[in-house]
């Protein structure tokens, strides 16, 4: 079977290095050679983006680029565990990236195929050998990021993405329902907000707060304002969390972010991240939204707004 290819957008995310950095990397060391389409844009392969990520942590470590770029990929992988040690700079074990890699790979061939069972079974393998938030951050999350950037440019369909985020959805087990924390759980009500169609990032939202220990109530995509609201004051939300994935221009949404703020308690926190965030970044400053880049940032929330209620309990 073809190895699946990503274009360079999705490698910049995954291995941390900017699109300008990898392609003088590319250039002037040879560290990868990436395939080529019939218009000229880059393909990269699961072992490439491996061997970048390698490199970017080994030249963090104070290693010449001239010189590890001409390593063999097995040489960069002992040489990192030598300097790096078991856990690199994006905080995770260097030996088990390869296997969050492969389950990528799976994932995305499932997809292309729409095979429902194929995704389902690899899921299933990544969480049994990653752990419910390792699947989450190794695998789902730059799953959604690579579905949206082949999506922009035409190798995914709509469909495609529609098909990966119902079975993601089942997956992750909260298919339209709250789920997780206990009954003394605090409440977090996630959505998107009107327009915003794309749900993976949403989904996942959800499913980490509930690793986190959160009730999750779970709305769905594209939901007005009011009734995000409403259903924030009904569930006595400690929090509200959207996902912005696309358009970044969207003329609608300044307005409902604006009503969905100004339903909102005055007390209750709105979380917003999502691939187009930055873009809203000065509106979400004005409607004192907390703005979140990536799924450690929305942990790093959720666990502040924990901190005054168990200093309550005291």
Same mark, same amino acid.
């Not at 290819?5 to 003088?24: D, E, F």
């Not at 469909?159 to 997956?171: G, K, L, N, T």
């Not at 939202?205 to 009730?215: E, K, L, M, P």
């Not at 009503?259 to 991240?273: D, H, I, K, Q, Y």
């Given at each position: 079977m073809?190895?699946?290819?990503?274009?360079?957008?999705?490698?910049?995310?995954?291995t941390?290095?900017?699109?300008?950095?990898?392609r003088?990397?590319?250039?002037r060391?040879?560290?990868?050679e990436?395939?080529?389409?019939?218009?000229?844009r880059?393909l990269?392969s699961?072992e490439q983006?491996?061997? @970048?990520? $390698?490199?970017? %942590?080994?030249?963090q !470590?104070?290693?010449?680029? =001239?010189?590890v770029a001409k &390593?063999?990929?097995?040489k960069?992988?002992?040489l990192?565990l030598e300097?790096v040690?078991?856990?690199?700079n994006?905080g995770?074990?260097l030996?088990?990236?390869p296997a969050?890699?492969?389950?990528?790979e799976?994932?995305?061939?499932?997809?292309k195929?729409?095979?429902? @069972?194929? $995704?389902?079974? %690899?899921l299933k393998? !990544?969480?049994?050998a990653? =752990?419910a938030l390792?699947l &989450?951050q190794?695998?789902?999350?730059?799953?959604a990021?690579?579905i949206?950037?082949?999506?922009?440019?035409?190798?995914l369909?709509?469909?495609?993405?529609?098909?990966a985020?119902a079975?993601?959805r089942?997956?992750?087990?909260?298919?339209?329902?709250?789920?997780g924390?206990t009954?003394h759980?605090?409440v977090?009500?996630v !959505?998107t907000?009107?327009?915003q169609?794309?749900?993976?990032g949403?989904?996942l939202v959800?499913a980490?707060a509930?690793?986190?220990?959160?009730?999750?109530?779970?709305?769905?995509?594209?939901?007005p304002?009011?009734?995000?609201?409403?259903?924030?004051k009904?569930?006595?939300?400690q929090?509200?969390?959207?996902?912005l994935?696309?358009?970044?221009d969207?003329p609608?949404?300044a307005?409902?972010l604006?009503r969905?703020?100004?339903f909102?308690?005055a007390?209750?926190?709105?979380?917003?991240g999502?691939?187009?965030?930055p873009?809203?970044?000065?509106?979400l400053k004005?409607?004192?939204a907390?703005?979140l880049?990536?799924?450690a940032?929305?942990g790093?929330?959720l666990d502040?707004?924990r901190?005054?209620?168990?200093k309550?309990?005291?």
């Amino acid at each position: 079977m073809t190895s699946v290819q990503h274009p360079i957008k999705s490698v910049a995310r995954r291995t941390g290095l900017s699109a300008h950095v990898i392609r003088i990397w590319e250039k002037r060391y040879g560290a990868v050679e990436p395939e080529r389409t019939e218009t000229n844009r880059r393909l990269y392969s699961q072992e490439q983006i491996e061997r @970048l990520t $390698l490199l970017r %942590e080994l030249k963090q !470590a104070g290693q010449s680029i =001239g010189h590890v770029a001409k &390593l063999t990929t097995p040489k960069l992988r002992q040489l990192a565990l030598e300097l790096v040690g078991s856990n690199s700079n994006a905080g995770r074990p260097l030996a088990r990236v390869p296997a969050a890699d492969s389950s990528l790979e799976a994932c995305l061939a499932a997809i292309k195929a729409l095979d429902s @069972l194929a $995704l389902e079974e %690899e899921l299933k393998r !990544a969480a049994t050998a990653l =752990g419910a938030l390792g699947l &989450l951050q190794r695998v789902v999350a730059p799953l959604a990021q690579t579905i949206g950037d082949l999506w922009r440019d035409g190798t995914l369909t709509a469909a495609h993405e529609h098909f990966a985020s119902a079975v993601i959805r089942v997956s992750l087990g909260h298919a339209a329902k709250p789920f997780g924390g206990t009954e003394h759980a605090p409440v977090l009500v996630v !959505a998107t907000p009107a327009g915003q169609i794309h749900e993976l990032g949403a989904l996942l939202v959800g499913a980490t707060a509930a690793n986190f220990g959160w009730h999750v109530t779970y709305l769905g995509a594209s939901l007005p304002a009011a009734e995000i609201a409403g259903a924030a004051k009904q569930n006595r939300a400690q929090a509200v969390a959207l996902s912005l994935v696309y358009p970044e221009d969207d003329p609608g949404l300044a307005g409902e972010l604006t009503r969905l703020r100004e339903f909102l308690p005055a007390e209750v926190p709105l979380l917003v991240g999502g691939r187009a965030m930055p873009a809203y970044r000065r509106l979400l400053k004005n409607i004192r939204a907390v703005p979140l880049e990536n799924l450690a940032d929305l942990g790093s929330a959720l666990d502040d707004l924990r901190k005054p209620a168990k200093k309550a309990k005291r």
